[in-house]
């Protein structure tokens, strides 16, 4: 459930204040929960409202930079101690 | 003697798998995304009241501190604010008087009416949206198009649209980073090519004999001329033989609400 909960502040925060609050957003995300996959999606959704220019990295930013993320958690995880509070 | 030895490592390891098929899955859903612009416009509309309210908490946030201000400030303030009014009521009647008579001698000259502009209002500006970019109300559905003239005032150009849902657009402002915009000097119609560097700047490289001061105004030319932007500051960089043109906006984009949105017209 918090989990849920930290998702959805993941996309409304960064809409509400200011877009770059996702990437700390995120990057909390992958230390408090494991694996968050639905960073991905929060970084997608939001790439679908901005504009941080023209061509395929600029348009998907966000999205490379969570799946970045991701696969670092990833490969990352079995490596280091994981707090996993929600 | 041989002997095969069976060890648990695998040819893929699962975190590579886990990636791969995370990958597919986001590719499909990019593809679907892409593909349907009802789903688009369903994520613009679901995101506006967040929008609204960030663009709500910033525009008052400005005001917090007059909550906290003494009583006797303030009933000196609306005193001064009450004259203020006065005095503005009569400049509204004059200013009615000379729109009126405006358009009465535009009639008169067969000026074409400048009235074929979209009003719209901006839901979102930085910080809320990345640096240089506004996000307005209006979309495909209400006849903006891409690469749209945005316009603070009749003359005033401040950016284009880049980006369309049915009902959102989005605006890069001149300023944008790498965003190009071929002008000219209005002082004397030379040709210029400005280049935006980000945070309402403007910048271009001109030859060293190029006739540019400070306070020039940058235009560009469509069914009329439109002011892009105001020269800041000139500094020469004569081993090179370039003068660097630095340029603001002509006018603050944070303090409006309201822009104009014109079809560009290629000719």
């Known amino acids: 459930m918090s989990r849920l909960l930290y998702f959805l502040a993941t996309m409304i925060i960064p809409i509400v204040f200011s877009w770059w609050l996702f990437i700390p957003m995120a990057l909390l995300f992958v230390y408090v929960a494991k694996l968050p996959y639905e960073v991905i999606l929060a970084g997608f959704f939001l790439d679908s409202l901005y504009y941080?220019?023209?061509?395929?990295?600029?348009?998907?930013?966000?999205?490379?930079?969570?799946?970045v993320l991701i696969a670092l958690a990833l490969f990352l995880s079995k490596m280091i101690y994981w707090r996993k509070i929600i | 003697?041989?002997?095969?030895?069976?060890?648990?490592?695998?040819?893929?390891?699962?975190?590579?798998?886990?990636?791969?098929?995370?990958?597919l899955l986001v590719v499909g859903f990019v593809f679907l995304f892409s593909t349907s612009n009802s789903t688009q416009s369903l994520v613009s509309n679901a995101s506006s009241p967040f929008f609204m309210v960030g663009n709500f908490f910033y525009n008052n946030l400005n005001k917090m501190p007059k909550f906290f201000s003494d009583?006797?400030?303030?009933?000196?303030?609306?005193?001064?604010?009450?004259?203020?009014?006065?005095?503005?009521?009569?400049?509204?009647?004059?200013?009615?008087?000379?729109?009126?008579?405006?358009?009465k001698l535009r009639e008169q000259l067969e000026i074409k009416p400048i009235g074929d502009f979209i009003t719209s209002s901006i839901i979102a500006k930085s910080p809320q949206v990345p640096l240089d970019s506004l996000l307005l109300n209006k979309g495909?559905?209400?006849?903006?198009?891409?690469?749209?003239?945005?316009?603070?005032?009749?003359?005033?150009?401040?950016?284009?649209?880049?980006?369309?849902?049915?009902?959102r657009a989005t605006v890069a402002l001149n300023s944008f980073a790498d965003v190009t915009t071929y002008?000219?000097?209005?002082?004397?119609?030379?040709?210029?090519e400005l280049r935006g560097t980000g945070g309402g700047s403007i910048k271009a490289k001109v030859p060293i004999d190029f006739d540019i001061v400070v306070g020039d105004e940058i235009m560009v030319a469509?069914?009329?001329?439109?002011?892009?932007?105001?020269?800041?500051?000139?500094?020469?960089?004569?081993?090179?033989?370039?003068?660097?043109?630095?340029?603001?906006?002509?006018?603050?984009?944070?303090?409006?609400?309201?822009?104009?949105?014109?079809?560009?017209?290629?000719?």
Request: net charge negative; hydrophobic share 45%.
């Open chain 2, 1 to 23: 003697m041989y002997q095969i030895k069976r060890t648990n490592k695998k040819f893929l390891g699962i975190g590579l798998i886990k990636i791969l098929i995370i990958l």
């Open chain 2, 71 to 103: 009583k006797d400030k303030l009933v000196t303030e609306n005193i001064k604010l009450a004259e203020e009014i006065r005095d503005l009521k009569f400049n509204i009647i004059d200013f009615e008087i000379l729109k009126y008579e405006n358009q």
């Open chain 1, 52 to 67: 941080f220019g023209d061509g395929f990295f600029f348009e998907h930013l966000l999205t490379i930079f969570s799946l």
């Open chain 2, 222 to 267: 469509d069914s009329l001329n439109y002011i892009v932007a105001v020269v800041g500051v000139v500094a020469e960089d004569t081993p090179f033989g370039f003068k660097d043109v630095f340029m603001l906006l002509p006018a603050d984009v944070s303090k409006t609400n309201i822009v104009f949105i014109k079809h560009f017209e290629n000719e």
């Open chain 2, 140 to 167: 495909l559905k209400d006849g903006i198009n891409n690469g749209d003239f945005v316009l603070i005032t009749e003359r005033i150009l401040i950016g284009k649209i880049v980006d369309l849902t049915k009902n």
């Open chain 2, 183 to 192: 002008a000219f000097v209005a002082r004397t119609d030379e040709p210029i």
